[in-house]
């Protein structure tokens, strides 16, 4: 007979302990689609324990909670042993950083909300708490990245800029869960949680850079700076194909709860103005925050975290979402391509593939999807290979070739989101339609035949991003006394 429960030791680190009769099997794991940890086995003869722990590091991180979702447990059997994994159900258990519970099939890992709120009438009351709050607002800086997904982007730039400016403001983020890692000295709130509703009204700036979700409700001086995720190529807000009266009032309600909307060119600034119902407040063209590291990281330290040679040629491929799809797109098997090019592949999918999908495996692969920081990945990559992700805009600024690998160009431009200008006539890089082209391209191409498209590119686009932006934004908060310098 086998067993399973978890529980918390004197470290605070949250376990699954499952024992069994027997001789000891050879491995206990767990296995997620994003993460998994390995048991500590003891006992011989009659009995065995694994001890499995509740945490994970990856990419020489901290130890963090598993992140929420569904494991498989699995137990490797010796030759002497008929372990088996167990049957019946565990309640939830709460752990202090993440809630646990076994269904007979899966060990289900959550964000660690205390039930009486994890329901539809527990946030309702707690919305309601935060809509009617009138406390003083806090000297605050509340920011929220990929909807809690990561702690990255431009929020993250500002926030490693404002706390070396002003270390004396407090620093909240939105996180779904403990799994994700914050910059140090801020602290997490789990969304949804009474800490996240009071953090979420209480700060005097918050820093987002997609839809705020959920409802908002503006205290008297609290402000709003929407930093996006990247410059249009596909159609967005009230551009997208299709006309849908309830998307346009979503989009007119949601860019109605931003004071400043950050650009990374021009060209954004237009298109974003637009897009959002002729966004009337102000727009910031500073360049991205996030690409600073382009220019001032020569990606060493990111090479050495994932395990890859100082001299290996890495290639990232990072493909947009698609509106049709949860998971990435397959028109890479990255394994073949590192086979056919000797290098190493980066797999890196959108962030809206993250928690539907699962990682990429193959001899000189890595997938990255869960890597916090993307800019941190573009240092890294010698070559970058996407479709119409706006990634694009950001690896520019480092030079370096970039490959477009687009079969479904006409049903993405036709159908599913359309286009703000004709990429096959401007891109600073060839369109390919398979991975024999893409292979041909990468082993036998010459960059230079695109150079002239490149500069055009550059200037157009990159004008503004040159390693100083965050400086520049943090400058702009603190002289328009969105929050305090506090001596």
């Not at 286009?419 to 292979?439: K, M």
Request: with cysteine; net charge neutral.
């Amino acid at each position: 007979m086998t067993a399973i429960r978890f529980a918390r030791g004197d470290d605070g680190v949250a376990f699954a302990e499952v024992t069994g009769e027997g001789p000891r099997p050879i491995s206990v794991s767990l296995v997620g689609r994003r993460a998994g940890v390995q048991a500590r086995l003891s006992g011989r003869g009659r009995t065995w324990r694994a001890t499995l722990p509740l945490v994970a590091a990856r990419w020489g991180g901290p130890e963090l909670p598993l992140p929420t979702g569904a494991y498989r447990l699995l137990i490797e059997r010796g030759e002497a042993t008929d372990a088996d994994v167990p049957t019946e159900p565990v309640s939830l258990a709460q752990l202090g950083t993440l809630r646990a519970s076994w269904d007979g099939a899966h060990v289900r890992i959550g964000p660690p909300l205390d039930p009486a709120f994890d329901s539809g009438e527990g946030q309702d009351a707690l919305e309601r708490r935060y809509a009617a709050g009138r406390d003083a607002l806090e000297n605050a800086v509340f920011f929220e990245s990929f909807y809690g997904r990561n702690a990255s982007c431009n929020p993250l730039a500002i926030d490693r800029e404002l706390a070396r400016r002003a270390p004396g403001i407090h620093r909240y983020w939105s996180v779904v869960d403990l799994s994700v890692q914050v910059p140090e000295g801020a602290v997490a709130v789990v969304e949804g949680s009474p800490e996240w509703w009071r953090a979420r009204g209480s700060s005097r700036l918050l820093v987002v850079n997609d839809w705020m979700r959920r409802r908002f409700a503006r205290r008297p001086g609290q402000h709003v700076l929407q930093t996006w995720h990247g410059t249009p190529l596909k159609r967005l807000a009230l551009h997208r194909p299709g006309f849908d009266p309830r998307r346009a009032a979503a989009v007119v309600k949601e860019s109605r709860r931003w004071d400043v909307l950050l650009a990374q060119n021009p060209y954004a600034a237009r298109i974003l103005r637009k897009a959002y119902a002729f966004f009337r407040r102000p727009i910031w063209v500073e360049g991205y925050p996030r690409n600073d590291v382009l220019v001032t990281d020569d990606g060493r330290a990111t090479r050495a975290a994932l395990g890859i040679a100082p001299d290996a040629r890495v290639l990232l491929y990072a493909p947009t979402w698609r509106d049709d799809r949860d998971e990435i797109v397959d028109f890479v098997d990255p394994a073949a391509l590192a086979e056919a090019l000797g290098a190493v592949v980066l797999v890196r999918g959108h962030s809206r593939t993250l928690l539907p999908g699962s990682d990429a495996h193959g001899e000189r692969v890595v997938d990255v999807t869960a890597f916090p920081d993307t800019s941190r990945l573009l240092t890294v990559a010698d070559a970058l290979i996407t479709d119409y992700s706006s990634v694009m805009f950001d690896f520019s600024v480092t030079g370096k070739p970039m490959y477009f690998l687009v079969p479904d160009m006409e049903h993405y431009r036709g159908e599913l989101r359309g286009f703000y200008f004709d990429l096959a006539r401007a891109a600073p890089g060839p369109l390919v339609r398979t991975q024999d082209e893409l292979i041909h391209e990468l082993r036998d191409g010459d960059p230079a035949a695109h150079a002239a498209a490149y500069e055009r590119w550059r200037a157009t686009f990159n004008a503004r991003d040159d390693g100083r932006a965050a400086e520049r934004v943090v400058a702009r908060i603190i002289d328009q006394g969105l929050v305090d310098v506090e001596p």
